[in-house]
């Protein structure tokens, strides 16, 4: 006697999980073009505050801090485009955080891979600190 088979359905991943994915991939795809990951996920204490995904040294010594943005979907414009103004500041605010503890100043930049359609799209000084 057998047991009784069940229907389960695949539980679709969430947001979070896609999120992840999309930043591990960017990750993969940076190291391979030779950017060695200094910090991920880095936050400034308290609310209100900023967050950046990836800070990257790039092989000329530039700290690259990387904004990852996945979409399936171009419906609201693709993921470089939900980059908005108050995001782009939040992360300017988390960089400088980052760079108080530096002993001097490294050229910076600001980068924003998009993750979409199965591509990856990385778009290298994508906005500035002005």
Same mark, same amino acid.
């Given at each position: ?52 995904? !990836?800070?990257?040294? *790039?092989?000329?010594?530039? %700290?690259? +801090?990387?904004? &990852?943005?996945?979409?399936?979907? =171009? ?23 980052? !760079?108080?503890?530096? *002993?001097?100043?490294?050229? %910076?930049? +600001?980068?924003? &891979?998009?993750?979409?359609?199965? =591509? ?11």
């Amino acid at each position: 006697m057998g047991f009784p088979q069940t229907n389960k359905l695949a539980v679709p991943p969430s947001t979070k999980q896609r999120g992840d994915a999309a930043e591990n991939a960017a990750l993969a795809h940076l190291q391979q073009a030779g950017l060695r990951l200094l910090v991920r996920n880095y936050r400034t204490p308290g609310r209100g505050g900023g967050e950046i995904d !990836l800070i990257m040294r *790039a092989p000329d010594g530039t %700290c690259v +801090f990387v904004e &990852v943005r996945q979409r399936s979907t =171009a419906s609201h414009g693709g993921a470089a485009a939900s980059v908005s103004a108050l995001k782009q500041r939040r992360i300017v605010f988390a960089a400088r955080h980052y !760079l108080m503890r530096c *002993a001097s100043l490294p050229p %910076c930049r +600001f980068d924003v &891979v998009a993750v979409e359609y199965g =591509a990856i799209i990385w778009l290298q000084g994508a906005f500035d600190a002005a």
